[in-house]
């Protein structure tokens, strides 16, 4: 499933965290691994150094390879110059990438982009899986993965997600945790109304169940489904740390409909806050 595996990096700490969960999923995939730095042209034109900014962009790019060389996974060295989420997304379709890993945040300052800001914005246009995680600093590094949470509910950009989610639950050997959140606050229904609370409830558990057999279908014997009430972001979160999740995979949009943003404000909290990584995964055109 991921032949390709984009690593933007800056040099920071929790750029350095994604190039060690993607020479994880690398190893289990026989995949290749494209380290890119990103110079940005808007910071550059003007300076005199730019020489020198450039050749520490190819050495951040390069210490990148020889780590990822150290895990023995195939690697290639990339430095471009642009504006660094479009550099990225071009430089994903140039080469047929088929997950970008990042960090969350990174170094800031006037020579160093924010890759806080360029990893939402990726997130947010990608056409491929993208995994954010933070820094090792910020938690504890949790590949290899044991225990997966793909949420749904059931539309489209959700299921989505689930693809991925069971090949990697397969491929890892690893639990598979399916959560559907009926969140009826939001939806503007009176928990006391039972004839719509039944609705919501069937339709959760006709997502979970798509879940589930897609999962026997692919051998993953290890699946686990819930079905909650109340606010599905504290839900996810609240789920990740009672079960010792290690990945969440989850669709970029949902029945909102909001084409190429987030699962409502949903998938955009929990990428922001997850105390482990998140793969988010938009529907194909």
Not at 24 to 33: F, G, M, P
Not at 97 to 125: A, C, F, N, P, W
Not at 143 to 157: A, F, K, Q, R
Not at 215 to 234: L, M
Request: negative net charge; charged residues 25%; hydrophobic residues 35%.
């Amino acid at each position: 499933m991921f032949e390709n595996i984009l690593v933007p990096t800056d040099g920071s700490d929790c750029a350095q965290a994604a190039v060690g969960y993607a020479a994880d999923l690398a190893t289990r995939y026989d995949s290749r691994v494209h380290a890119l730095c990103v110079a940005d042209s808007r910071t550059l034109e003007n300076l005199p150094q730019y020489d020198q900014i450039t050749k520490e962009r190819e050495e951040v790019a390069e210490r990148a390879c020889n780590d990822l060389s150290e895990s023995g996974v195939a690697v290639e060295q990339a430095v471009r110059t642009g504006v660094p989420y479009e550099t990225i997304l071009r430089y994903a379709t140039e080469q047929d990438i088929d997950l970008i890993v990042m960090g969350t945040h990174g170094r800031t300052g006037v020579q160093r982009y924010l890759l806080g800001s360029v990893t939402e914005k990726v997130v947010r246009l990608s056409d491929v899986p993208v995994l954010t995680a933070k820094s090792e600093g910020d938690g504890e590094v949790t590949c290899p993965y044991t225990e997966i949470l793909v949420p749904t509910d059931g539309s489209e950009g959700a299921e989505a997600a689930v693809d991925p989610a069971v090949d990697i639950a397969h491929t890892y050997n690893a639990r598979l945790h399916t959560l559907s959140i009926i969140d009826t606050m939001a939806m503007g229904v009176d928990v006391r109304s039972g004839a719509i609370l039944e609705a919501l409830e069937e339709s959760a558990r006709s997502a979970v169940k798509t879940v589930e057999e897609q999962a026997a279908q692919a051998s993953v014997s290890a699946v686990e489904t819930e079905i909650e009430h109340g606010s599905p972001y504290r839900g996810i979160r609240s789920y990740v740390e009672e079960h010792d999740i290690d990945l969440v995979v989850m669709g970029t949009h949902g029945r909102s409909g909001i084409e190429r943003y987030l699962l409502g404000s949903v998938a955009e909290k929990t990428v922001r806050t997850s105390p482990v990584p998140v793969m988010t995964v938009r529907q194909p055109e």
